[in-house]
């Protein structure tokens, strides 16, 4: 079984940044489509950036231009890199398998955007 470790969160101003990484056990990693997702209080968890087996993104429009997504399939991490940052952009984040069957849920990484 695939576990998922996210880390990578903390509190920052608006306008700053941050980098979340995401480690995956298993050696089969590679082959998922993976994503961050994010959950704000009182709302759905949302997918917010994916990125395909060899690369290729593909991020929601309420990020476009501030996210960006990447993975590194020999360490089996996915990683995000957030700029720009909003004070709606505070959630807990977590990464995933973008299709189905999803993995089990990590503990996820805290983001919180406030001056």
């Known amino acids: 079984q695939v576990q998922l470790v996210e880390s990578g969160g903390g509190l920052v101003q608006p306008g700053g940044s941050l980098r979340l990484s995401c480690a995956a056990s298993?050696?089969?990693?590679?082959?998922?489509?993976m994503g961050w997702y994010r959950q704000a209080p009182g709302k759905q968890r949302e997918l917010v950036a994916r990125i395909t087996t060899d690369g290729i993104t593909n991020r929601a429009d309420s990020v476009k231009g501030r996210f960006t997504i990447s993975r590194d399939n020999a360490k089996n991490m996915v990683y995000l890199q957030m700029n720009s940052l909003k004070p709606e952009d505070t959630a807990v984040y977590y990464c995933?398998?973008?299709?189905?069957?999803?993995?089990?849920w990590g503990q996820g990484t805290q983001v919180t955007v406030s001056s």
């Open positions: 995933n398998k973008v299709t189905p069957p999803l993995l089990s």
């Open positions: 298993g050696s089969i990693f590679s082959f998922y489509v």
